[in-house]
Each structure stands twice: as C-alpha cells, then as structure tokens.
C-alpha cells in the first residue's frame, strides 16, 4: 500500500466537486422542511434542473444561464408539487414519489435530442497571485463559482432563518401552523414559495452535474443522489451549517473508494461501495437518538397538511 | 376565486370516481403529449390501455407483471395506512430474492415438493428481517424509516452484486456474475396455474394473501388499530394500541411481501440473480398502493393496470417509436391526477363567497 | 363519431397485430430487423453503435427492409416479453444486444422456429439462434502498445465495469501491449460496477488521474472519463465510439465497433434465405473491430507500430495471447509460441503477471 502518492489536495478538491449537487439540493429541502412540508421529490426536480440547465447553456453557449435555467427548471416542477400539497390536500410522500417519477420521464423526453452533445465550459476562479501558491491555491482558490456560490447559499440561508423576521415567520409555519395562521400569515403562500426555493436549489444542483461534474446530459444521470441529498438534512439536524459537513462527508466516502482502488488498494468493490449509505444510516441514528436535540430541531408540523378551517 | 368546503361526510361517490377520473385525465393529457410528439395519440392509447387485456398474449403476460407490484403494494399498504413509510422495498424484494435463491442453490440437485415453500419461507424472512432493520432503529432511536429503508435499498444492491460474483455464482457460468437459473430446475421452478392469465404459483399467493389482508384490514383487531394509527396517533394512544408493536408488524409484513414478491420472480419470470436482478418492483408498488387508495381490492384493479401500462408501453415503443420514457412520465401523471382529484372526496370546490 | 371509427380503427389494427405470426413470407413486403438494446441509444458507447449498424442496415437496403427497436429492455421476463411480441407481430430477424439476453432468446427461439435470432456476446445457440462478437481485445492490444508508448509516468489507468472474461481479456491484452514496448509500465485498475454510469465514471477518471495516470482506458459505456481526460489534459482512448468530439486534444484514438457489415450480411441472408446459425467471432480482419483516426499528437513511430500491428492482426500473423505469458501467480499459462484458444479466451478469469492488485474473486 503506497499512501505516498496518495495526494490529499487532489481529493479533497475532487470531493467537494462530487459533494456540491448534494449540497445544494439539501439546503434547499432544508428550507422547504423548516417551513413543515417533505418533499421526496428532490431527485426528480434535480434531474429537470439537469436537463433544462443543459438545454439552456448550450442553445444560449453560457454556461451561467445555463446554471439560471436549471434552477428555474427545478424551481418549475416544483409547483406541480407545491400545488398538491398545498391546495387540494394532497399527501405529501406520495405527492413527492410522483414528482420524481414524473420528472425522471420528463427530463429523459426533453434530452433525448442532447444525447452527446458537450456543454459549453464553466470558467474556474483565477485570482492572479493566490491561485497559484502551492497548497492553498488549489485547495481555496481554484474552484468553479458554483461551490462558492453553494457556500455563500448556506450562509444566506443561515442568516435569513436565523436572523430575519421572514425566516421566523418561515420557521413559525413549521413549528406550528395553526398559531401562524392566527396570526394572519398566509401559511399556503409561505409553503409555495419555500417549495419552490427548494426547487430551484435542487435544479441548480443539478445542473451542476450536468454542466461541470461529468459534464453532459444522459438519462438518469443524476443516479439517486437527490435521496442523498434529504437523508443529509436529518443528519444535519435541519442546522445549515451541518448540510456542508454532510454533504462533503458523503462525497468523501464516495470519492475515497474510487481513490483508494486507484492506488492499488483492493477492498471488495461491493462492500466498499456500501459504506457511504451505511455511514448515512449510521449518522442518522445518532443524531436521531438524542431525542432532546432531535426535537429541538425538526420541525414539529413536518409533512402534516394546513387547511384553513373557518 | 375558489376555495374548498369540507363536506359533512367524505363521498361514497367520489371514492370511485376519482381513479376513473384520473385514468380518463391521463388519456387525456397522454394523448395530447403523444400528439406533440408525433405519435399518433389515438393508437398509442390503446395501446397502453385497452390491447394489454383484450390481447391474448399481452393478457397471458399480465399477470407476470403485475402479481408482483400487488404483493408488494398490498405489504406497503398496510404500513402506509398506519403512517409507517416502508421505502425500502425494492430492497427487501432483492433480500427475500437472495435469502430464498440460497436456499434453491444450497439443496440443487435434491428434489421434493417441500424445496420450494422453503425457498419462500426463507425469502419471507430474508425481506422481513431487512425491513426490522429500519422498524427497530425507528423504535429504539427514533429514526426516520423513509430515509433508513431507502438507504437499505443501496446497501442491498450493492450486496447483491457481492453475492452472484461470488458465493451465489453459478461454478459452470463462465465466470459472468449470476447464478444458476432456478426456474429451469424443476424442484425449484415456479408452477403455472392459470397461464392464459399469466398466473403462476406465486400469482396464487398473492391472490391468498389479498384476501387475507382484506380481512384483516375489516374484520380484524389488528386491521382497526393500524386504522386507527393512521388517522389518529394519540386516539391509538388512548385506546392502547402500541405504537412500536404497530410500526414492527407493519414493516415485517410489507418487508416478508416483498422477499416473497422476490422470490417468486425468480423462480418464475426470471429465472436466476444476476446484478439486474432488481428491476423498480418496490418503487413502482408505491406506486400501485396509492393509485389503489391502499385498499386491497383498489390495489388489485391498480396493479393491473399499471402492469397494462408496461406491457402496452414495450409494444408501443417498437410499434410507434414511443421512447420509453414517455410511459414512465404516463404512469407519473396518472398519479398526480389521482391525488388532486382526491381532494374532491373530502371537499368541495366552490366559488369566494363574496363580502356583502 | 370520429373518435369510435378510430377507437374501432385501433381495435383492428390491435386484434391484426395480435394474430400469428408470419415470418419468412416476404413476397413484395418489406423485411423486418428488430433490434433489443439493454441500454438508450443516447449512450454513445454499446448501444448506440449497434444502433448504427441498424442504421447502416436501412441504408443499405433501403425501402426493402423496415427497422425497428426497443431500447433500455432488462434482461430476463421483460426481455422475453419484448422478444416474444417483435417475433408475433412479424418481425423476421431479431438482434439482442446484450450477453443477459442469452436464455430469453433460446426460449423464444422455440416459440418462433422461423424467427431468425442473432445474440451478441452469448454462447448458446439454436437451429434458429446464432451468436456473434467482436475481439475487442485486439482493439485494446493495438491501445495498449499505444498507452505504452504515450505515458509519461508509466501509470495507464482501467476503468473497468464487471470482473467478466470480456472486461478482464481486454485489460489483459492491453497490459500485455503496453508491456511490450515499455517494461516500466503500471496499470491501476478501478472497478465501477456499472456498464453507464456517466458520474461514477467522471469520478472514476478523476481518481486515477490524481494518482498520477495520465492516459486512461475504459471499460464503460459514456464519454464522461474523455470529458475528465480532455478538462485534465492527460489522454485517453474512445470505447466503442469515436469520442473526439469529447475530447479533442485527449483522444488518441479509439476502438470502434462496427456492426454494420455483419448486421448487412445478416439481413441479406435471410432475404435470400440462405441464413443459418452460425458462431462469429470476427475482429480486425473482418473489420467489426476498428479506430478511430490517430491523433496527431501521435508521433509518426507510434503510429507506424500501431499500423503494422494491425495489419499483422488483420492478417492473421499475430494474435495478442502468445506465449509466453504467465498468469499473475507466476505460473505457466502460455509456452514460447502458444496461442491461447479461443474457449480459454472466452472464459478468462485470471489476470496476466505483472498486473498489481487483486481481480475481484
């Protein structure tokens, strides 16, 4: 086993790559869950922001609009969501299985004509000077500006929970929709919009697979990783700082595997390729066991439906 | 401006109408998409829905496909109505498949008419064991099932390939990674019972144990208090139903569904585990279980139609050029028109009184 | 009133296509190819190219022949039931793509004694079932000699899917090549477990190139580790597929599998009723196996070896399993001059020596 050449740089750069869809997609479903709605739709809303951010970055050549049209996609095929749950009633896992297996379809219709098409590139970060020092420009300076924009996301979405009165109200509606509603907030509208946010988020993650990760469009490309991406807001106890912990954790683990075959190492492929869902089982337990943190943070109204009864 | 009145009493009426509505909204809206396409609409629904069982062959085959979504949906049924949300299906398919095809592999070359309910008792308690796993870390730490089970489907796979490369793998196979093919040996092939219906052995069980969860659902103790957990938690409470005990039985009966569902494929349609073995059974059953309103007889009509669907869908691609795709965006829009017609069982629509 | 006359229209056409089977009668009628892919066409890799060979089967014969196909079929009751329903709405050869394929093809076959059915990669056959496969492994020994002589760090990586003979005969071939012209080489092999999986193979092709490869082989079907190559500036070689549109700078060349000519032969055969099962195993020489244009970051040595080797290949000379090779455990499996047969090659299981890591059981 030669750990020598076994560069670490390389793969942390490689894992925060591989952990940023996942990312995206669960501070936006983190949202959507403070505000007391589950949405297990999240693998079929990242797949459409794969396929229309591909569709627009190369009918336009901007990767950019690309990256606006993916998150504009999935935020799109979120109502078709946000509409059933939230005005005629509809159950939200059930709802939310059928968004994903509607938009699994629907994005393999759209891309069938963008099978081998290449994308046009996205730019990484040149910051003349500090890109080039040894380590550390690799590891800060030399990303794409997507995972920079992902960072700066959770900590937006940090502030506004945390420190905005919006984000109270937001969170109010999961804690308690009935006392929001007397309060005279529009529980349906807050759901929707924090619905549709979360859509966009996970149609931008999306679109990062298909934009800068392979990058190219192919049917199912996104392989499950939306399931990830909600099993991580419980790991994170709906914290948003503990959405990058992780989201880079399980690219990790999955990147980790690839790395360690490559240098030789062989650990049974199967097992090996077990471990990043058996870890997310793991953590879960964990942080679902200590019941008095758990309650502090899950929303209380999670996955229940608000009618208005006058 | 509309808005919605609750009704006195759900209607009886629109507890039937709204799966028919959604199948005519769906042939509807399909047809319309077909059109966009290029595909001549008319055909590619009947296709889908009427040739499946007018047809003589499609209707010999739709049995295979469908006794196993209703196996598996009427198992998830039971969970889903008490708020136990089994996921993980496909995976406990692929373990019963598993712990049952072990058993076939381990006595090949015996034989005996008891092989074979070994094989299912086995697949039984292979899947119902995989799905106490997220039962009893649900009990114990509170953990989330959805997402455990979920997680356990990947686990499952992965430990599927483990298995037909190496312990499960057929000696004389040339080295590919399956097994031998249980379905051609005869003390562990699958019978047929009714082949003009598609109707094997393990259509047979499924049909048993229909009738069975029927009766368990209305006559039965245990049926009224996963009812009862359903609609009302803290009612269940009072009436001391344990809410562990429910959520254990809940998920080993859908989980020993499945395992059996699994074993059946395998010793019948497919004969023997290769890595493709899982093929979205226990997804699509979520599927079947809500479009029949997770009542046995609903579950019955909707898993046939479903499989219908797939079987038209096949033909259709190679008779029209319909990509394959196009069904599974059918099979998501006849359950998004389901549940919003639902809503119509509870309440009304009617137009904004307006201020005086 | 217009919709009943086509519902009944529909029904017709339904109960015409339900009714027995008529194959072989063709009369002025045009015959029908059916092709059963395991994968989309969009996948650029396996499936697409036999998707081209259909295509070149419409050019060829145009109006006289009628294509059809149904892709992304699993293998086992499904592919049965497609097969079964291709054959009864008279469809008069059959092409089942996929070495999964193999026990629903000789169950219909017996159903549809006058269906012709061809099934790639397989090894049972019938009175109405033939098998058919490229050497691929001769592509990959012309790519190995070519990786041999273009790495710079002597690192070549393999993504490589399933531990079958196929996948393990090409990484043998290509190390034995890469071998020959450079002693110092190294192959790092990375088992993905999946045929298309643009994402792990992305991740995949990133790995290696981490750890020092800088030319990569594939075993898989997408364009995604050409993608990675051409973003990190190493090489790396098309599969399947010419994949330079992916990567123009990284690709060197590429196998391509060309299944038009045999698929043409095929059809033709049974139009003129001269089709009979028969066993094919064809490579260079026959031209199922080709490349992709060399690059022109090729040197012209380079390019004149791989040439020579590929007519040496072509012409029968040279075949990549010549003793002497031994297998990994140091033991004798070729002598000094030995061929291997073709029923050791079909069911290889062991990695040449040389080759570090374990194959996976």
Known sequence: ?310 | MLRLEQRPTPSRAMLYLTPVMAVLATMLVGGVLFWAMGIDPFKAIYLLFIDPFVDSYNLSQLFVKASPLILIAMGLSLGFRAGVWNIGAEGQFIVGAIAGGAVGLALWGSTGWWILPLMALAAALGGALWALVPAVLKIRFNANEILVSLMLVYVAEHFLAQMVQGVLRAPDGMGFPESRNLARNDPTSLPDVFPALGIDAGGVVMLILLAAAFFLLQKHALGFQIKLTGDSPRAARFAGVNPSFIIAICLGLSGAAAGLAGLFELTGAAGKLTIDFPVGYGFTAIIVAFLGRLSPVGILLAGVVLAGTYIGGENAQFLLKMPAAAVTVFQGMMLFFLLGFEILINYRIKPMRRAV | MKFTKTLAAAAAMGLALSGAATAGSHGGDPLKAGFIYVGPIGDLGWTWTHDQGRLAVEAEFGDSVETSYVESVPEGADAERVMSQMARSGVDIIFTTSFGYMDPTINVAADFPDVAFEHATGYKRAENVSTYSARFYEGRYVIGEIAGAMTETNKIGYIASFPIPEVVRGINSAYLAAKSVNPDVEFKVVWVYTWFDPGKEADAANALIEQGVDVIMQHTDSPAAMTIAEEKGVYAFGQASDMSAFGPNAQLTGIIDNWGPYYIERVKAVMDGTWESTDTWDGIAEGMVQFAPFSDKLPADVVARAEATIAAIGSGEFSPFTGPINKQDGSVWLAEGEVADDGTLAGLNFYVEGIDGELPN
């Open chain 1, 1 to 310: 086993m030669d750990f020598s050449s076994l560069n670490a740089v390389a793969m942390i750069v490689l894992l925060i790559g591989a952990a940023t869809p996942i990312l995206l997609a669960a501070i936006g479903e983190l949202v959507v869950e403070k505000s007391g709605v589950l949405n297990l739709g999240v693998e079929g809303m990242m797949i459409i922001g794969a396929v229309t951010g591909f569709i627009t970055a190369t009918t336009t050549g901007s990767p950019m609009l690309g990256f606006v049209g993916g998150a504009i996609g999935g935020a799109a095929v979120s109502t078709l969501f946000a509409f059933l749950t939230q005005y005629l009633l509809s159950n939200q896992v059930a709802t939310g299985l059928a968004l994903t297996m509607f938009g699994l379809g629907l994005a393999a219709l759209m891309g069938r004509s963008y099978n081998g098409i290449k994308p046009p590139r996205t730019e990484r970060l040149e910051v003349p000077g500090l890109s080039d020092l040894p380590v550390l420009g690799e590891l800060f300076f030399s990303y794409d500006p997507i995972i920079y924009f992902s960072l700066v996301l959770v900590i937006a979405v940090w502030w506004f929970l945390n420190r905005t009165r919006a984000g109270l109200v937001l969170r109010a509606c999961g804690e308690n929709h009935d006392a929001a509603h007397s309060l005279g907030y529009n529980v349906q509208l807050i759901r929707f919009g924090a619905i549709m946010f979360g859509g966009a988020c996970a149609g931008l993650g999306g679109a990062y697979v298909s934009l800068i990760r392979v990058p190219q469009w192919t049917e199912g490309m996104t392989a499950g990783v939306g399931w990830i991406a909600l099993a991580i807001v419980v790991f994170a106890s709906w914290k948003p700082w503990r959405v990058i912990l992780g989201a880079y954790m399980f690219g990790g683990i999955t990147i980790l595997q690839l790395s360690l075959q490559a240098l030789g190492i062989s650990i049974s492929g199967a097992y090996l390729s077990m471990t990043p869902y058996i870890v997310t089982i793991v953590v879960l337990v964990i942080m679902s066991a200590d019941r008095k943190r758990a309650s502090l943070n899950a929303p209380a109204c999670l996955g229940r439906s608000f009618h208005a009864s006058h």
